[in-house]
């Protein structure tokens, strides 16, 4: 980081990925592990009729953000008390993401991340593709993309490998 970088306070990103804990319980995790969906009581989120949940996880969603900040330069020139002056702006884009904080619940119909900004509620029918990672989970709705991190990411997408499964008679 530069001296320009440091008084006008752009930052380069973190390229440390974040962690986050888990609150699933055990024998919920083995059952998804042995390819039986666990059924889950949760008094936060109101299901509808002959809905049941079955992955309840803290989740930290990333959302990219553009960061924009600008490098000013300048030069000038005192002659017999003739001033020439130059300068010009520079702007300088980054690519962040902001981390916001939720709780993700799958049922056997919907997805849900819980959170105090950028919640979502989506059917499972309105699901495009899930990609897992190690430890996230990014899926598809249509045009709209979430990349959520979780603690484990290859039990999420073998909940919804599971639902998939049921969800075509397989």
Same mark, same amino acid.
């Given at each position: 980081?530069?001296?320009?970088?440091?008084?006008?306070?752009?930052?380069?990103?973190?390229?440390?990925?974040?962690?986050?804990?888990?609150?699933?319980?055990?024998?919920?995790? *083995?059952?998804?592990? *042995?390819?039986? %969906?666990?059924? %889950?009581?949760?008094?936060?989120?109101? %299901?509808?009729?002959?809905?049941v949940c079955h992955y309840i996880d803290k989740s930290l969603m990333?959302?990219?953000?553009?960061?924009?900040?600008?490098?000013?330069?300048?030069?000038g020139v005192a002659i017999f008390g003739l001033q020439i002056r130059?300068?010009?702006?520079?702007?300088?884009?980054?690519?962040?993401?902001?981390?916001?904080?939720?709780?993700?619940?799958?049922?056997?119909?919907?997805?849900?991340?819980?959170?105090?900004?950028?919640?979502?509620?989506?059917?499972?029918?309105?699901?495009?593709?899930?990609?897992?990672?190690? *430890?996230?989970?990014a899926m598809q709705y249509g045009g709209t993309h979430y990349c959520?991190?979780?603690?484990?990411?290859?039990?999420?997408?073998?909940?919804?490998?599971?639902?998939?499964?049921?969800?075509?008679?397989?």
């Amino acid at each position: 980081m530069g001296l320009m970088d440091a008084l006008i306070g752009y930052e380069k990103p973190s390229t440390d990925t974040p962690t986050v804990s888990t609150i699933l319980p055990d024998e919920a995790k *083995n059952e998804i592990i *042995n390819s039986r %969906l666990p059924h %889950l009581i949760t008094d936060k989120v109101f %299901l509808k009729k002959g809905e049941v949940c079955h992955y309840i996880d803290k989740s930290l969603m990333m959302k990219p953000v553009t960061k924009r900040a600008y490098n000013a330069t300048g030069f000038g020139v005192a002659i017999f008390g003739l001033q020439i002056r130059k300068g010009f702006i520079l702007p300088i884009e980054g690519q962040e993401h902001e981390q916001i904080k939720g709780i993700i619940y799958v049922t056997n119909r919907r997805t849900i991340f819980q959170a105090t900004s950028n919640g979502f509620d989506k059917p499972h029918s309105a699901l495009t593709s899930v990609t897992p990672y190690a *430890n996230g989970i990014a899926m598809q709705y249509g045009g709209t993309h979430y990349c959520l991190i979780v603690p484990n990411g290859s039990i999420v997408n073998k909940v919804y490998s599971i639902i998939r499964e049921k969800i075509r008679g397989v």
